[in-house]
RNA sequence: GGAGAGGUGGCAGAGUGGUCGAAUGCGCCGGAUUCGAAAUCCGGUUUACGGUUUUACCGUAACGUGGGUUCGAAUCCCACCCUCUCCGCCA
């Protein structure tokens, strides 16, 4: 959510930068109801206190045994007209509500003003793409041969967007998981968690997905509790200081899950149906940071920093990329997306996407700090970032390490996950 | 699945219709005392929202949640949610 005060006192410069990201806000509609719910709250209250000062009275009058039929007859019909005020206040607020959970997050004013990713900016890059003397394969033939990589058996036991992983190349994607973990864990600081998958309507509208983004959940269904499969940890890590007024000495907050992730992928129907790129349910190591307000920025750098390690030191080339305005996601005011080169496909593919989100989840969740020089609580900013996406990075190690038998070189950090094994045959 | 207990401030724990946002204790913050500390004493210590003359003041709301009764609800009534304990089952 917007800071409110935004919306009432810069409406039209909010817009205008709402704007940018192809969100459009109806701004007369939202002055008129915000108009409305100013003259009936402050309506609504003064009867509150009429109600409550009268009804005092006729206690204190009561207590000295006095006559209080003039009291009672002075308070008569408040409470009918007190009932009312409240209810279409009640409907009112629900309204504003509604309008405001709807609304994204400003973009940051470093971000590129665009529609889509071509308008997304370059950083820079790591890592030359390796020049191959033979045809390379893609990581489904390469999947294929040994049997290691099967979406026959992943449609008949689930459908389409789900993969069996088998032998040598479970194992791999097993010790991706768990380099990057031991990376995060014992390197960059990060509180390892192992978290939820399964959470409830709450946490998912603390980080947004609801109630915009149902279409895209897994939901379950257990008698009449509804229940969500989260799309990442971020929202089971970030809910974690929901309603919560952290101490400034727990801040930076910095935690990791490895997870399994579900997302319907409603809406990109025929979009990388070959293989294991874009599946309903993957794997990712998951990085969120939880800061107060003038940290956030260089915390958003210290975690993107994080995340291209890891591609760094399996030796996988890659790119960094600056999202434009249009292509950022909803709570984010400012990302960078980390692009792995894969060579079958001869380009770079999204493997990481690192966010800010400024307060605009926080303000969802109440999530707060005290500030100990005025003893206020404050809103933090919550940050997250893959680190990396597990599925992803297996496809570059296949295709990036490949030899011209199918073979697979194991990269050097992940060999103490593979028994020592410096390639998978 | 069966049986029971319980949800009040940072924590513990009072409060069963009327200045109760809430006793008391602990914790925490400030001060006094002290060479310093402990102990002791004094004062303070929730959050959200709204308004205004905006480092301040005033108002409103919140005792699990939502309804109801009432001039007035932490307290009475109804429904729901959650947590805990024991038994059963289970990784």
Redesign the pocket.
């Known amino acids: 959510m917007l800071d409110?005060?935004l919306l009432?006192g810069q409406l039209a410069e909010t817009a205008q930068r709402l704007a940018t990201r192809g969100y459009i806000l109806d701004t007369a509609a939202f002055q008129a109801i915000e108009t409305q719910?100013?003259q009936v709250?402050?309506q609504?209250?003064?009867w509150?206190?009429?109600?409550?000062?009268?009804?005092?009275?006729?206690?204190?009058s009561?207590?000295k045994g006095e006559d209080?039929a003039a009291?009672?007859a002075e308070?008569?019909g408040?409470?009918d007209r007190?009932?009312e005020n409240e209810?279409q206040l009640?409907q009112i607020?629900d309204r504003l509500a509604a309008l405001a959970q709807g609304i994204p997050n400003l973009p940051h004013e470093s971000v590129p003003v665009g529609s889509d990713e071509t308008a997304n900016v370059e950083q820079h890059r790591w890592g030359t793409p390796r020049v191959f003397d033979f045809a390379v394969r893609d990581h489904v033939e390469l999947g294929a041969r040994k049997g290691w990589l099967d979406g026959d058996a992943g449609v008949k036991l689930s459908g389409a967007r789900f993969t069996v992983l088998r032998g040598e190349l479970a194992r791999l994607h097993r010790a991706l998981a768990q380099f990057m973990l031991d990376l995060h864990t014992g390197e960059h600081g990060y509180l390892e968690c192992n978290i939820p998958l399964i959470v409830?309507a709450d946490t998912m509208q603390g980080t947004g997905q609801l109630p915009k983004f149902e279409e895209d959940l897994f939901a379950t269904q257990v008698?009449?509790?509804r229940r969500y499969l989260i799309p990442t940890a971020d929202v089971s890590l970030t809910n974690l200081v929901r309603e919560d007024?952290l101490e400034a000495t727990a801040l930076p907050l910095r935690m990791t899950a490895h997870s399994l992730c579900f997302r319907a992928e409603a809406g990109s129907y025929g979009r990388d149906t070959r293989g294991m790129i874009r599946q309903h349910q993957f794997e990712k190591v998951e990085l969120v940071s939880i800061t107060q307000a003038v940290d956030s920025f260089a915390e958003h750098e210290h975690m993107t920093r994080c995340a291209e390690i890891v591609l760094e030191r399996l030796g996988l080339p890659y790119r960094r990329m600056l999202l434009c305005t249009g292509d950022m996601g909803f709570s984010a005011t400012k990302t960078f997306d980390l692009e792995v080169w894969l060579p079958s496909q001869n380009t770079y593919r999204e493997i990481s996407s690192c966010s800010n989100c400024t307060d605009f989840q926080a303000?969802r969740m109440?999530a707060?700090w005290?500030n100990p020089e005025?003893?206020?609580?404050?809103?933090v900013h919550t940050l997250n970032g893959s680190g990396v996406a597990v599925g992803r990075a297996l496809i570059a190690v296949m295709e990036n390490y490949q030899n011209a038998d199918g073979s697979i070189a194991v990269p050097e950090p992940l060999r103490v996950y593979m028994g020592g094994a410096q390639c998978i045959v």
């Open positions: 409110p005060a009432r719910r100013k709250q402050t609504t209250q003064e509150q206190n009429l109600r409550n000062t009268r009804s005092k009275a006729i206690g204190a009561k207590a209080t009291l009672m308070v008569a408040i409470g007190l009932k209810s009640a607020q409830n008698g009449d509790t007024i303000r109440r707060r005290r005025n003893g206020k609580p404050e809103l």
